[in-house]
């Protein structure tokens, strides 16, 4: 079974970003030859890179009005680059281990429309790393030594079978809730989303934001208030706790019920059984009452602002 690892990399012109980039592309390419890479973009020094490591480069990617990729886009070039039946779009800073195609394989071999999805692990990498024999046994050392589980609050990649996720709105890649959706949409569409934390280690190097405008993470650019808006509002922002399946020694189940679990399912039954952003609003506000009434002073102001102009 071929897998096509796909990603739409930053510009290769800051040099720790040039770093860390290549590293996670060499990673992917020492998974074998069952797996193809994929770059699509139009970004500086994309295409230098791709021609050095023998990787497809696509371009022509959709912009938004910002100048950012669009995910539908970037996904329909990748999708349309092989035949691969098992795809996955990767962030381009993230390290993957022979373990990531060993655990791919095993849900698709169980399940065929599924959305896989697992924390990282931050590791602060400022070298070139060296793919000679033995380099995951050392990289694993070093990230016993230095590695920290990142929290569940971020995605940072996605495997699914190509007939899945066929549409997408034109939410900008890089930006907050795009990966929101994906678990939002799988979990709407009956699909088993997949926590594979404990199955595959995927490291991420850590990085400032100062390739962002302005230098200000992601979750506070402009254009993450556009990705909300096209998602469908904040209630649609599911996360990797909301995953309703895990991998146990190469088997796919259903995560098992806490009381944590059981309450979150009813949160979300509203957006993600009945689709009612009504109901789904007024669900957040029973389980969040602070965090509503806080949201709702705030609207409240700026409505006044407003009128009183």
Request: glycine share 6%; net charge positive; charged share 20%.
């Amino acid at each position: 079974m071929n897998l096509t690892i796909f990603t739409a990399p930053k510009p290769f012109l800051d040099p720790h970003i040039n770093l860390i980039q290549r590293n996670a592309l060499r990673s992917w390419l020492q998974l074998g030859d069952q797996v193809r890479v994929v770059m699509v973009g139009d970004e500086a020094g994309m295409a230098e890179v791709a021609a050095e490591y023998g990787i497809l480069h696509i371009k022509g990617v959709r912009l938004s009005a910002y100048g950012t990729p669009l995910i539908p886009s970037i996904f329909e070039l990748a999708r349309q680059a092989y035949d691969s039946p098992l795809l996955a779009y990767i962030n381009a800073d993230i390290l993957l281990l022979p373990d990531f195609f060993t655990m791919a394989q095993q849900v698709a071999e169980q399940r065929s429309q599924f959305l896989i999805v697992g924390q990282r692990w931050d590791l602060n990498i400022r070298e070139a790393l060296g793919f000679s024999p033995g380099w995951e046994a050392r990289l694993r050392t070093r990230l016993e030594a230095e590695g920290k589980l990142h929290p569940p609050t971020g995605s940072d990649y996605f495997i699914f079978p190509r007939q899945c996720y066929l549409y997408i709105p034109d939410l900008a890649v890089g930006r907050s809730m795009w990966d929101n959706w994906m678990i939002y949409h799988a979990r709407k569409s009956g699909w088993a989303v997949v926590d594979a934390t404990s199955a595959a280690t995927v490291i991420h190097q850590d990085h400032d934001y100062s390739h962002l405008p302005n230098g200000l993470p992601h979750y506070r650019q402009p254009e993450t208030v556009v990705n909300i808006q096209l998602a469908g509002g904040k209630r649609r922002a599911l996360r990797l706790t909301d995953a309703d399946h895990t991998l146990v020694n190469g088997k796919v189940v259903s995560k098992p019920w806490t009381l944590k679990r059981i309450l979150r399912a009813i949160e979300v039954f509203p957006i993600v059984q009945l689709n009612s952003y009504p109901l789904a609003q007024l669900f957040f506000a029973i389980f969040h009452p602070v965090r509503a009434f806080r949201k709702t002073r705030r609207w409240l102001r700026r409505k006044l602002k407003t009128l009183l102009k």
